[in-house]
């Protein structure tokens, strides 16, 4: 049974940090891609960053260079470390895990196959 379980959300003022894990089980978690999705109320899920089943990262431009995206595969875990905290980062964060996703998919909730039940990340002002 496929399970994907976030954890690390919070409440934090503006500026801060904060880092997500999203624990994985039940498939081949090193040939998967995996991603952050977030949802603010009245919003649309949006991708927030992607890691590729090679290693190579990519980020929505709202968040370069603030949020990095890694993940431990011997640990079937994916982390996101949220720098320089904005209140417009303020959602449900969602882990996701895809076996194929092409990189002009990775923002399409469409391409995942998995996903967790989400984290709150709150920021304030």
């Known amino acids: 049974q496929v399970q994907l379980v976030e954890s690390g959300g919070g409440s934090v003022q503006s500026g801060g940090s904060l880092r997500l894990s999203c624990a994985a089980s039940?498939?081949?978690?090193?040939?998967?891609?995996m991603a952050w999705f977030r949802q603010a109320p009245g919003k649309e899920r949006e991708g927030v960053a992607f890691?590729?089943?090679?290693?190579?990262?990519s980020y929505a431009d709202s968040v370069k260079g603030r949020f990095t995206i890694s993940q431990d595969n011997a640990k079937y875990t994916q982390y996101l470390q949220m720098n320089s905290l904005k209140p417009e980062d303020t959602a449900m964060y969602y882990c996701?895990?895809?076996?194929?996703?092409?990189?002009?998919?990775?923002?399409?909730?469409?391409?995942?196959?998995?996903w967790g039940r989400g984290t709150q990340v709150t920021v304030s002002s």
């Open positions: 890691i590729h089943s090679s290693g190579s990262t």
């Open positions: 039940g498939f081949t978690y090193s040939s998967y891609s």
């Open positions: 996701a895990a895809a076996p194929t996703c092409r990189w002009s998919s990775w923002r399409q909730i469409s391409s995942y196959n998995y």
